[in-house]
Nanobody
């Protein structure tokens, strides 16, 4: 059974940092591109960052220069380092794994609140 489990969310002050983690199990991780999405209350789910199996990363304009996505294929882990956080980064953050062969999977989400 495929599982993606996010962790690392919480409450942080503006300008602070958080590191989100996503642990994958039951998947051939090397075959998946992985992404982080976020969904603020009452809004649609938006793409934050993606990383291919080979490590190529892309970012939404709103987080470029502040967020860094990375992955450890051996550990089946994906990370999102978030720096210089702003109140508008407040959302539920979701891990997503996508493979053209094996399909698409989502985690349950982790809450990030940026507030003073």
């Amino acid at each position: 059974q495929v599982q993606l489990v996010e962790s690392g969310g919480g409450l942080v002050q503006p300008g602070g940092s958080l590191r989100l983690s996503c642990a994958a199990s039951g998947v051939r991780f090397n075959y998946y591109a992985v992404a982080w999405y976020r969904q603020a209350l009452g809004k649609q789910r938006d793409l934050v960052a993606t990383i291919t199996s080979g490590g190529s990363a892309n970012y939404a304009d709103s987080v470029k220069g502040r967020f860094t996505i990375s992955r450890d294929n051996a550990k089946k882990m994906v990370y999102l380092q978030m720096n210089s956080l702003k109140p508008e980064d407040t959302a539920v953050y979701y891990c997503n794994a996508e493979s053209t062969i094996y399909g698409t999977y989502w985690g349950q989400g982790t809450h990030v609140t940026v507030s003073s």
